[in-house]
Structure formats: structure tokens, C-alpha cells
């Protein structure tokens, strides 16, 4: 069973920089994509940002060129967010998906506030 656990969220003024970490217990397996999605009030959670164990990127539209998503080895996952703007509110939730061929098992952690003030 893996279980995650995020930090590195807080309030911050609009045009700053924060820097999320999840940790990752348990075993993974090698095939895997990491990353990381959040959810506003009122709205549906969405992706942010996904690495996989091969080291290639996916990002939302509206953080390309401000955030970036990195790991190390297996069992962290980073996101380091600069140029923050106020409708990047959200809570942050850690995503590891472990994938077995065609059987997937998605792993969620606790939620990391981020509130980004005008």
C-alpha cells in the first residue's frame, strides 16, 4: 500500500513562489507516473502536473512555463510553482498512479492548501 504525504503549502502574495513536496511510502512500482492535481471551491479537481518513471512532463495549459514537476528516484515528487496567481487557490493532492499493463491502482495524498493572495 502506498501512502503520501504533501507539504509545502501556504499563503503567499500573488507573483511568489512555492515549492511542494510529497513523500511516498511503501513500494511503487517501477512503472509509474507521479504528480500532482488540486481543486478549488466549487470546482472539479483537475491535473496540474504528471512525471513519469521515465522522466517525461505533462502539464496543465495554465501553469506551462510557471510551474515544474520533478522527482527524485521513486518515492518523492516535487512542484515548484513560481509566478503564482490568485486562481491558482486550491488544495494540492499528490497522485501516484502504478501501472500493471492494462490494471492501473491510483494512490491520493491528504491535500497541501495553496492561497496565493491579490
Known amino acids: 500500500q502506498v501512502q503520501l504525504v504533501e507539504s509545502g503549502g501556504g499563503l503567499v502574495q500573488a507573483g511568489g513562489s512555492l515549492r511542494l513536496s510529497c513523500a511516498a511510502s511503501g513500494s511503487i512500482f517501477s512503472n509509474n507516473l507521479m504528480g500532482w492535481y488540486r481543486q478549488a471551491p466549487g470546482k472539479q479537481r483537475e491535473l496540474v502536473a504528471t512525471?513519469?518513471?521515465?522522466?517525461?512532463t505533462n502539464y496543465a495549459d495554465s501553469v506551462k512555463e510557471r510551474f515544474t514537476v520533478s522527482r527524485n528516484a521513486r518515492k518523492r515528487v516535487y512542484l515548484q510553482m513560481n509566478s503564482l496567481k490568485p486562481d491558482d487557490t486550491a488544495v494540492y493532492y499528490c497522485h501516484v498512479k502504478e501501472i500493471y499493463g492494462m490494471r492501473e491502482y491510483d494512490y491520493w495524498g491528504q491535500g497541501t492548501q495553496v492561497t496565493v493572495s491579490s
Open positions: 512525471i513519469r518513471s521515465t522522466g517525461s
